[in-house]
């Protein structure tokens, strides 16, 4: 007695739907071997810092950006909200976050310019800091 017609094309549909099924369990123990490699996420934003600045009448370095100390430009405390801001770097030794405005940002009302940064001293509140320190 032979087998019907079909039952040859459904052994290797079985057989390929099967080794299919094995490549997508290889390739996901592969990727959860390497999820810290492969899912990495890093907030630009100053959304979530919570490393403020606490502003003094001090007149000396408030943080240091790519090797240069920044000073504050004036006491003012500016309001940008966070998601306005880009982080541009870290500072290593106080954990400072210096932020620029971010590009077509709703925030340029704010006088600033291309060597003018900020630090955060509060939710949505920010001083201008900048490279020289400020002559009165």
Do not use: C
């Not at 997508?24 to 390497?34: E, L, P, W």
């Not at 940002?105 to 490279?131: H, Q």
């Amino acid at each position: 007695m032979s087998a019907p017609d079909f039952a040859k094309p459904a052994w290797w549909l079985g057989a390929l739907f099967l080794a299919a099924f094995a490549i997508a369990v290889i390739f996901s123990f592969r990727d959860r071997a390497r999820v810290y490699e492969l899912e990495q996420f890093e907030e630009v934003s100053a959304v979530g810092d919570s490393t403020y600045y606490r502003p003094t009448n001090d007149v000396n370095a408030v943080a240091t950006f790519e090797g240069h100390p920044l000073f504050r430009i004036d006491n003012e405390k500016k309001e940008v909200k966070d998601t306005a801001m880009r982080r541009v770097g870290r500072d290593p030794a106080t954990g400072l976050s210096i932020y620029a405005l971010r590009e077509g940002s709703a925030a340029r009302a704010v006088k600033n310019d291309e060597e003018t940064f900020f630090i955060k001293i509060g939710r949505n509140d920010y001083v201008r800091v900048r490279r020289e320190m400020p002559v009165k």
